[in-house]
């Protein structure tokens, strides 16, 4: 349809990018290990995930599942917050890894966050990744002796305005470098399970025509659920409301935004601990809101009798992995109900009011030559 073109198109192209994405990262792997050993040799080393936006829930996202995995503390941390407040991240007496997530990298925040912990930080390594080899982030970077650069497909870098394939590609590109190898032809083959059902999901969403989505998860899965939430805002204009908060948390406050149009989404873990919790919410939902309003979107059908999206987890594959297959549904939901709508979701905002990159950002001076 008119104004969906690149959106639909960037969502559907997902698993290809995803395999090129792979073999981006594969290329860079000896440069990678060699800032990564740097890195790490110090234990002191923060290792800090920063984007901001879409691009912030990438590293909230992964955070949990890399601090498993490194055995270590991983924090995700926005630009937005470094720059306004760059001691959080900088003002420690210890080395920081910086890893950046940009679509674009010429959001004003995104080099001020990295330079300010290049001149705060003890000891600064940078690893940036982004879906833009011309932007600034890959420039100021690129062949710096502190940093590498992964540069993404070109494909990556979606000209739609809200970002579907960049954050997927982003997250498994990130996931590579720190957790290590991942099965992503079988990630791929599952996304292509879940987009092959793209009209089914689409027609469900334009029949309840909801006024508003709630996406709720655990672990990883609570940044995937903000993510979620974001993607509606944006390509609806902030026409169909969207809250994303984790399964627990939802009942201590947020729960007050059910309204009987209300459309709950829950990602449903693949570890058993939490996989309870994500359940028991479920259950709590449909008592709520009815059976045809709750969707559980998990690996596998579930014994409740509620509309279920299955995305397929390879054997293996932990939450932070399976989400860059499981956001798909989400992605999908937010288009049907911006086409439902009458919106434009390659340019909801065709006054300029929010933007593919941000404007009007000042960047004040920190430190140096302050009162």
Known sequence: MAGSAFTEAEIQQQPDVWRATHAVVTAARREVDGLL???LADPRTRIV???AGTSAYAGELLAPEL????GRLVEAVPTTDIVTDPDLVAGADSPVLLVSFARSGNSPESVAAAELVDRLATTAHQLVITCNAEGALSRRYTGAANATVIDLPAATND????MTSSFTSMVLAAYLCLAGEADVDALASAAETVLSGSGDIAKTVTALAPG???YLGSGSLKGLAHEAALKCLELTAGDVAALGESTLAFRHGPKAALTPDTLAAVFVSGDDHRRAYDLDLVRELVATLGTTRVVAIGDHPYASDVVQWIVPRPPGTPDALWAVAAVIPAQLTALACALARGHTPDNPFPGGEV???VRGVTIHPYGEGED
């Open 37 to 39: 050993a740097a890195a």
């Open 49 to 51: 995930l920063t984007g």
């Open 67 to 70: 601090s498993r995995r490194l």
């Open 159 to 162: 000209r739609g305005f809200a």
């Open 212 to 214: 508003r989505i709630v």
């Open 355 to 357: 933007n593919r990159v």
